[in-house]
Structure formats: C-alpha cells, structure tokens
C-alpha cells in the first residue's frame, strides 16, 4: 500500500476488506482485474481501517462511544441522541498530522493524474462490514459529491467518519449484529465523473423483483445518481437480455421505459462539494438518457463483472458529459434475490376485484392490506403505526426504522432501484413507486389493498380485497413425459415464472401488449390521416412522441412485448400467436373505429388469417411481422415461433404463408417454424392438408368446442351445454393428434381445459399429445396430475402413447 493511511485503487483487491471495506475493495478489485476487459473505473484512492482507528485514539473517542452505546442499550438515551453525541465526537476531532498528510499527498498525485490543479472528487464511507453477501448497508453511510481543494477533502472525511454512526447506521448493525466498535471506517476518494453534465444511474445483474438471472437491469436519470439512488425521481428503465450479448449482430435489448425524470442534480456554483437540483427540460424528460449501444456496454459491463465476482451484483455507473465516456463507480453483490436461492416459490393472488386508486412500479410479488398512514417528512415519522401501509414522497436511510414495520410502502417518486425499493426487498416489505400522487389521492385511516402480484405495475384498490397466498416447493415436481408448457399473455408478469420448469410457452397471446402496451390500432398508424376522432389523433400523437414514424411505436413495443415473455424460456420454444382479435375488439383500439366493419357475429366474421391478406389490414399485418423479426433477428431470441390462428382453409394458410413470407417471416428460413391453431373442425377433417403447410398444431380447445357443439362460449345461458370433455370434441381431438403424428409434426394444446379437468387431461395423455400448455397459476398441480396418470397407464395405452409420440 502507498501508505499505512493511504492507499491507491490499483493496490487493492477484493481480499482488502478488513482495512478499506467492501466498497473500496471491491473498487481495486474492478481497476486491477478488469481494466483488461474493457471496464473503465474511475481512478481513485482510500483511506485504510488504521487512518480510521488512529483517528479515534489520537481524539479519545473510544470512551465516549462506549459510554453512549452503553446508555442507549440500557434504555437510558434515544437512538437519537446517541446519534448526534457519537457523531459531534467525531466532528471536534482533528486528523493526526500523518494521516492528513497522506491523504494531501494521495489527492495531489490524483489531481496531477487528472490533469487539473484541484481535481473534482467523490468522498464515499466504505465500513469494514458493508458490502456483504449478506449485508449490503446500502445508503447507511454519507457520500460528498464534488469535493474540491484538501481543506475540503478533509473536512469531508471527517463527515463520513462521522456518519459511520449514523441513527440508522447504528440501528442497521443493532438489526444484524454487528458490533460497532469492531467495525472501521474507509474512505474512497476518486476521480469525479461530470455526469452532472450527462446522466447516471444504477444496474444490476440480476432481475430485482423476480430473482431472474437472464437479464441486465438499468436506471438512469440525467445529472448526478443520488437522485435515482434517493428514489427523488422516476428514472428510465432498461433490460438487456444476457445470452444474446456476446453475438454481436444481436442488440438484445428486451426493455425501454421512459421515466419522467422530473429533475437533475448538477454542481452548484460557489463552492466545492455542493450540489443542486434543476427542473429538466421537456425535452430532457422525453428523451431517453442512454442510446442503445450505451445501453448494451453497460450491460455487457455487468456480465464481466458478475462473472469476476461469481455472483449477482449492484453497480453504480455514471456517463461524462465531456469526454462521453461511461464508467462504473460502485459495485457489490446484490443481496436480495440471490440469497433466495432455491426457496419454494411464493404466489398471491387477489380473489376479488375492486376500484384501482393509483399505480406504479411493483416491487415485490406479494399482496399486502392496511390503514393508510401518510407521511410527507421525516418530522412526522412518530406518527405512524406498526402495520400501517407507509404512503410518503420518498424514503431515505432515516425511514429505515418505521419501513421495517410497515405492511406496505407506496411513494410518489422513485423507480425499482430507488431506496424505498432496494428496501422493501431486504425487508420483504411489498412497495409501489413512482406513482406521481398518491400522497395527494389517499388519505390517513382509508383501508386498502396494495398489489404487487400483477406484473410489472404495482395497484392500489379501495378496501380490504380478499387474496390467498400458496407456496410451492419446485424441487418436489415429478418428470413428466408429456411436455407442460405455460400460457403468458403479460409480458409484464412472465420474469415472475421464471422458476417454473416450464419447457416452454405454448401460447403468447399478442392481443395483451397491443391492447395494453400499444393501445393504438395498427392502421391507424400506417394511416394517421384517415383518423378523424379528434381526441384519438391527439392520444395517437401523444403515444407516438418521440418516433419518427407513428409505426415504430407499434413496431418497438410488439416486439419488446414478445421478447420479454421469450427471455425467461429460452431457449425453450416460445410459440407466438398472431393477432387475432374480432371486429368489434380492433374497433375499440384508439383510432379503430375508422377501419372496422361492423359485423353482427364477429366471433365468426373478419378475425385471424383472413385479415392478414386482406388489403384492409394487410399492412397492420405487415408491422406484427416486422416486430416479429425484430424478435428474432435483432433482439436474438430465435426460440420463438409463429402460430397463425383461424385458419379455415388450406388454400387461406398458403395466401397467409406467402404474405409472411414477402414480410420476411419465410418458414423454415433462418429455423423459423410456423404453426396453426388447430380450432375449426375444417382444421381436424383436413388435417393431413394442414400438416403439409405447417410445423406444428396447437388445438384451441375453446372454439373447437364451440364450433363442433354448436355453442357460443361466451353465452351465459348455454354455458351447461359448453364443455370441452363432449364425446364430439374428443373425438375431434383424438382425430387431430392421430393425424399429425401421422404427418410427423408436434400437436399440443393450449386450452384451460386440462387444468379445470383432471379427466380431460387423462385423456389428452393416453392419447399422447406432445405438450399441454397452462396457465401459470395452475401448473404445478396439472403437473401433478399429468405424472400420476402416465405412471398408472396401462402398458397397453402407455406404448400407443409412446407410438403416437414416435410417429413424429
């Protein structure tokens, strides 16, 4: 080391943490074993745990700190009081000549390395038990940002020595037991990053809600990052799938969110170390801080860097505004999710529905009720009750204390990665984010629920919903034969069954993203003009800010859409549906009314592979091919495959395979199987016909019911004639299983019928059906079924089974 008080980044390894702490150690490990990889840390120096306990020596504090911890533990002072008195003794101490000395001859040598007279640093604590794999005492201790000159480095040192007794720092180690007195104090000095002039943010390597290890995570604002770590603002959001990131002609970038990014923290004039906030611009807030290739260095950054470290990790980036350069400034493991490992799997869902108050990001997958406590500073934090639901502005460090017996957290501003968030996880307390105004829509004593079981966006409801909560153990899971596969339709909800041993999904509804995500029918942006609702061109015009064509939005979203509920499958076949909602359901798109008949049975009219030739629609068709290329070719998931649905006639699947094909989506080009819902009884009398055009069937159990039966599914009053197990349907069924064994190509089914009848899915097995897909909710226990009805299988019934799966 340069010095017994001192010493440089590229001296230190992840070894060194009992003399400069997790975060400096882990700083040297990056600058000495990284650099080679491409990953650029900041220069950069610490201060050692000797500099910190000669400190306290040379100013008698170790006395004082036993006295007050001592007066504390036997009830006789506060948590605050203790705080304030350990911290003066810390701020009237003075650095002991040698150390002073070594930290002035360390930051000059940094300024001359920087090329400036005074270089611009981060001052940042770094305790000795911090950055753990089992700790992460995240934001416990203070970073001085901006710090310029050695008076002020000094003195900024002195503060976060200081802060190592912070009242949350404190009750953080009383929660996990460590002892103070054991624990030091490092100091990183490094080499400011002028993102005060560009954007910066947060990553991980790791999902951070659902534990999925497949992809990067990134939020990034504009300005310095305390503002994305402090949760003061809704940052953008994007993910980055991780086996795609080594071929280079992929840019697997499954995730853009734009945040609002309200405001940026910048150097404030007049003095070194401060800071301010600025509103943004509008352009600022519409804008995404990172393009594309930044996106994918970073994440390809956090690869390396989780590969070197053997396991998820948390890291802080920063972009310079003057040289454009990215860098990582922190990095430690992530926590949270990783510590899970293989726990059983724990799923809520809500038994009622109620009215929707106000949404966010979720965070967490669980589902919590309560009186609402609102609390808008930290003055007010004696007023809340243990069990309440927390609804604030924004935490920090200082809420710790009453976070931790919160049922649940709501805030206005913020995104996954802020403070509330990175807290409600360690806690396991569910949280919604950056909701905007929920301080201003509910109120003190309402009784609500807060859900975070629905996907990416966290609801609030009016009331006391009823809800149940099952836990699962997947290492008991039989083997089954018969492939089992899930239905997703959200892409929103498919990281959360990520740990299912799904072999795949056997049906991705596209009907979910457009409606949802993309709101907007496709027509309507190839021909904004022939909009004329007034208020739909304006919600057309607003959707669509920021593309230079309004078909983008539809383009971008579909395929992100797509390739989010791919990811956690892959390489597992992922089997997309094409669009195949009916008139009166496209109508009801912003802009669909100017282009959909009105039709007096829709569920029988324009719907499926009769729009996708048909000039009417065939360029909407046009944008679902080009997103489904995009998936493929671009973002790097060649797992999926295209299903086409409704098809009536032989003589239609060839006028829908050429159109694709003209679009680029060429069966067997580039591996691309094609498949076909298999649904109209045309479908099953035809079979042999269909099988020569198609890779695969899948039976859509609902409309074949209804078209054999003669029943309208959606019909209350013949709902006791509507029931897949009809002699009539089954035969179909076997029909159809029989015919495209016999054609040596994959049928399964994605109907719910397996799930709602055990006999149904008996039959499907003897029948030998290749997969059955489900709805996620109830796949383990088909699973179940399913095993249990292939081990008590005939010899007889297995080996036609066996047969009729080797005919393929």
């Not at 840390?41 to 036993?66: K, S």
């Not at 959001?237 to 697997?252: I, N, S, T, V």
């Amino acid at each position: 080391m340069t010095s017994a008080y001192t010493a440089w980044f590229d001296e230190l390894t992840a070894g060194d943490v009992a003399q400069v702490g997790g975060k400096n150690a882990s700083l040297g490990e990056m600058v000495r074993s990284l650099k080679g990889e491409g990953v650029y840390v900041p220069d950069g120096f610490a201060t050692t745990a000797t500099a910190y306990r000669e400190y306290v020596a040379v100013n008698g504090i170790e006395a004082g700190l036993r006295e007050r911890l001592g007066a504390m533990n036997s009830g006789a002072a506060s948590l605050h009081e203790t705080g304030a008195a350990i911290r003066r003794l810390f701020l009237d101490g003075e650095f002991p000549e040698p150390i002073a000395e070594a930290i002035r001859t360390s930051y000059r040598e940094l300024s001359r390395r920087s090329g400036r007279d005074e270089a611009a640093v981060a001052v940042r604590s770094s305790a000795t038990a911090e950055d753990l794999p089992d700790a992460s005492f995240a934001g416990q201790q203070e970073t001085f940002l901006n710090v310029r000159g050695e008076r002020a480095l000094l003195e900024a040192c002195r503060r976060c020595y200081a802060s190592l007794f912070t009242d949350r720092a404190i009750s953080y180690r009383e929660t996990k037991g460590f002892d103070h007195l054991q624990v030091a104090l490092s100091i990183g000095i490094q080499q400011m990053v002028r993102a005060d002039k560009a954007g910066s943010g947060v990553m991980f390597s790791i999902d951070t809600e659902t534990g999925f290890p497949g992809v990067v995570v990134i939020s990034a604002a504009w300005g310095l990052g305390e503002n994305v770590v402090q949760g003061a603002v809704n940052p953008d959001k994007y993910l980055a799938f991780k086996p795609a990131l080594d071929e280079a002609r992929f840019r697997p970038i499954i995730e853009k969110t734009l945040g609002e990014k309200e405001k940026k923290m910048v150097y404030a004039e007049g003095g070194s170390g401060r800071t301010k906030n600025l509103d943004t611009t509008r352009r600022e807030r519409e804008s995404f801080v990172l393009a594309d290739e930044e996106i994918l260095q970073l994440s390809r950054w956090a690869v390396v860097i989780e590969k070197h470290y053997g396991r998820p990790m948390d890291m802080e980036w920063a972009k310079d505004g003057e040289t454009g350069e990215l860098a990582i400034v922190q990095a430690r493991p992530e926590t949270v999710q990783s510590s899970k490992g293989s726990a059983p799997l724990k799923v809520y869902r809500l038994k009622e529905k109620g009215k929707r108050l106000v949404s966010g990001a979720a965070v967490g997958q669980a589902i919590a009720t309560g009186l609402v406590c609102v609390i808008k500073t930290a003055e007010e934090i004696d007023r809340f009750r243990p069990g309440a639901i927390l609804v604030t502005e924004i935490t920090d460090p200082d809420w710790v204390p009453i976070m931790k017996q919160a049922a649940g957290i709501i805030t206005d501003h913020g995104g996954t990665t802020s403070h509330a968030a990175i807290v409600g996880r360690e806690l396991g307390v569910p949280a919604i984010v950056g909701t905007g105004h929920a301080t201003e829509i509910l109120r003190d004593g309402q009784e609500i629920t807060l859900s975070c079981a629905e996907g990416d966006e966290g609801h609030v409801y009016e009331g006391k919903l009823a809800f149940e909560a099952t836990e699962v153990d997947l290492s008991q899971l039989p083997e089954t034969r018969t492939t089992m596969m899930v239905n997703i339709a959200s892409p929103g909800a498919a990281f959360q069954w990520w740990r299912l041993p799904a072999k795949g999904v056997g049906l991705a509804r596209m009907e979910f993203i457009i409606n949802n995500i993309i709101k907007v029918h496709p027509m309507a942006l190839v021909h904004p003009d022939r909009v004329e609702d007034r208020q739909a061109g304006r919600q057309i015009e607003e959707l669509t800010r920021g593309y230079r064509d309004p078909r983008d939005h539809f383009v971008e979203q579909l395929a992100r859409g797509i390739a989010k509920i791919a990811a956690p499958f892959h390489p597992h076949p992922v089997i997309v549906r094409l669009s195949d909602f009916k008139t009166n359901e496209y109508a009801h798109l912003i802009g669909g009314a100017a282009f959909e008949p009105k039709e007096e049975n829709p569920m029988l009219g324009w719907r499926g592979a009769s729009r996708y030739y048909d000039a009417r629609y065939r360029e909407g068709f046009a944008l679902e091919c080009r997103a489904l290329r995009k998936v493929r070719d671009e973002i790097g998931l060649p797992n999926v495959i295209v299903m086409v649905p409704f098809c009536r006639t032989p003589e239609e699947a060839d006028r829908v395979l050429a159109v694709m094909a003209e679009y680029g989506l060429r069966r067997g080009e580039d591996g691309l199987q094609v498949y076909m819902m298999c649904e109209i009884p045309s479908n099953v009398i035809l079979a042999e016909e269909f099988a020569t055009r198609f890779d695969g069937f899948s039976i859509g159990s609902n409309d074949l019911t209804q078209l054999i039966l003669g029943v309208d599914r959606d019909s209350g009053d013949l709902a006791p004639l509507f029931d897949e197990r009809s002699e009539a349907v089954k035969r179909a069924i076997r029909e159809a299983i029989g015919k495209a064994h016999a054609a040596g190509i994959k049928i399964g089914i994605c109907g719910q019928a397996p799930s709602n009848y055990p006999d149904f899915a008996a039959f499907l097995v003897e029948e030998g059906i290749d997969s059955i897909s489900l709805n996620p909710d109830s796949f383990v226990a088909t699973v179940r079924h399913v095993a249990e009805v292939e081990s008590q299988q005939a010899p007889a019934s297995r080996r036609k089974a066996d047969r009729s799966r080797g005919a393929r």
